[in-house]
Nanobody, 125 residues
Framework: QVQLVESGGGLVQAGGSLRLSCAAS????????MGWFRQAPGKEREFVAA????????NYADSLKGRFTISRENDKNTVYLQMNNLKPEDTGVYYC??????????????????WGQGTQVTVSS
């Protein structure tokens, strides 16, 4: 049974940083693409970043490049999202997902069959 558990969210002032973690179990973590998505109140869930099995391929939403960094530790079955210089518009629930798509980094929700429960990030101005 695949299980993804996010942690690390919280309340931070604009300009601050947070590091989200997503611990995975029930899958061959070192073989799979992991992704982060977020959902702001009243909006659809959107792609944030994805990383392939080795960490050698990474993709970000264009608007987040330079502020967010995705990484993974396969020996810990964990993927991370380092978020710097946070802005109020970064507020939302952040979800990690696993994709079994091969050949390219998945960016669409439909390509991620399993999700965590989400962790709330609130950035105050």
């Amino acid at each position: 049974q695949v299980q993804l558990v996010e942690s690390g969210g919280g309340l931070v002032q604009a300009g601050g940083s947070l590091r989200l973690s997503c611990a995975a179990s029930g899958l061959t973590f070192s073989s799979d693409t992991m992704g982060w998505f977020r959902q702001a109140p009243g909006k659809e869930r959107e792609f944030v970043a994805a990383i392939n099995w080795s960490g050698g391929q990474i993709n970000y939403a264009d608007s987040l490049k330079g502020r967010f960094t995705i990484s993974r530790e396969n020996d810990k079955n964990t993927v991370y999202l380092q978020m710097n210089n946070l802005k109020p518009e970064d507020t939302g629930v952040y979800y990690c997902g696993v994709s079994f798509v091969r050949g390219f980094l998945a960016r669409r929700q439909s390509e991620y069959p399993y999700w965590g429960q989400g962790t709330q990030v609130t950035v105050s101005s």
